[in-house]
């Protein structure tokens, strides 16, 4: 069986809800200059992530990387963490 090379699509973001059960919501932010005035401008997006052992909390930074459809709104996995939450 050979094995393609497949690049994913990977963002990062911050989880900002994990009350699903192996789900966390990820907000992916990115600055774009509008198109007419110029100014810099923040557009965000929320996506849901797949989070098999539940082990990722809110206020976490993450990878994500596309993945086959595994729910009607999810198709995406959580790859790696980068920043853990700071305990307030």
Known sequence: MTETLVNKRT???R???DKMNKTV????????KHPLYGKIVTRSKKYHAHDEKNEFKEGDTVL?????????TKAW???KLIEKAREV
Do not use: M, Q
């Open 15 to 17: 989880i900002v809800s």
């Open 77 to 79: 996995r959580v790859s």
């Open 64 to 72: 994500i990387e596309e993945c086959r459809p595994l729910a009607k």
């Open 11 to 13: 963002l990062t973001g």
């Open 25 to 32: 919501t990820v907000l992916v932010e990115r600055r774009v």
